[in-house]
């Protein structure tokens, strides 16, 4: 069984163009640590929130254990960034999706496989819960939600589009 930890921003940036079932349909339950859900929940009336809170069947919060291991890298990754690592490690997850460029370096120094927001679209499309792309990564500009430009033409062209 998969065991998926996600950061705040795939959430919300799934979130904000509808797609956030797209993590049940790939991954059917997916982790995120007490940090993630604070930051996610820190506006009480955000569409992140209301998303998350009904998907609690199958979006699990967890509390890490090693809270001490929090304080190696606080000076270089927010607390959510960290704690994803963190659980990842303690419940030996097979994937973490962040999007965050300098948290995946350190993930990937960890030995675990990343994505992002992208890969989980480009995934789902794969996996035919999508038609295209290139329309959700247009809605996530006009949400405010900006990706580098080499990423999206290596996604889009990986996608076909």
């Given at each position: ?37 604070y930051?996610?929940s ?7 929130k209301e ?13 890490i254990?090693?809270e001490?291991a ?21 419940v ?23 994505t ?33 430009d ?12």
């Amino acid at each position: 069984m998969h065991k998926v930890v996600v950061n705040a921003t795939p959430i919300i940036s799934l979130c904000h163009i509808d797609q956030l079932h797209l993590l049940k349909k790939l991954y059917g339950e997916i982790l995120i640590p007490e940090a993630v859900y604070y930051e996610i929940s820190a506006k009480h009336d955000s569409i992140t929130k209301e998303e998350i809170d009904k998907s609690l069947d199958w979006v699990h919060v967890c509390r890490i254990s090693n809270e001490l291991a929090r304080d190696f890298f606080k000076s270089q990754l927010h607390a959510g960034e960290v704690e994803v690592m963190i659980l990842g490690k303690e419940v030996e997850a097979t994937l973490l999706i962040i999007d965050d460029k300098n948290a995946k370096r350190h993930a990937k120094y960890l030995q675990f496989a990343v994505t992002g927001t992208l890969g989980v679209l480009l995934k789902a499309k794969k996996e035919g819960y999508i038609r295209a792309v290139k329309p959700l990564i247009e809605k996530l500009f006009f949400n405010g939600i900006f990706l580098d430009d080499r990423i999206i033409a290596f996604c889009l062209e990986q996608a076909g589009e």
